[in-house]
């Protein structure tokens, strides 16, 4: 299966130390087409509004609370560890996301 940038999915991701991870969801950055996909954290916890995208209509995308992306929180991670894709992001969300990434890599 692949997947496109604003896909939302529940993956394994790792604590910090590496050594236990989290089935937590996360939005697709980039699928590279090989066994690694590039994904942002979701959270429910907001923080920094300048580079977090608050999802709209969260319950319709499956998720269990208010969430945000967190597109200063990339990660690569293996996709087997990838369990389901549940939505996808309303196309006004992909848009702030495609944004913001801009701006943190500095590609305006």
Sequence with gaps: MSYSFGDIVIIAFPYTNMNNTVMRPAMVVVDTGDEDIIVARITS????????????????????????VRMSKIATLNRKDIRKKISRLDEEDIKRAKEILKRLFELE
């Design 45 to 68: 916890q907001k923080r920094d509004k300048a580079t977090e995208v608050e999802v709209h209509n969260w319950r319709n995308k499956g998720l269990l609370m208010p969430s945000y």
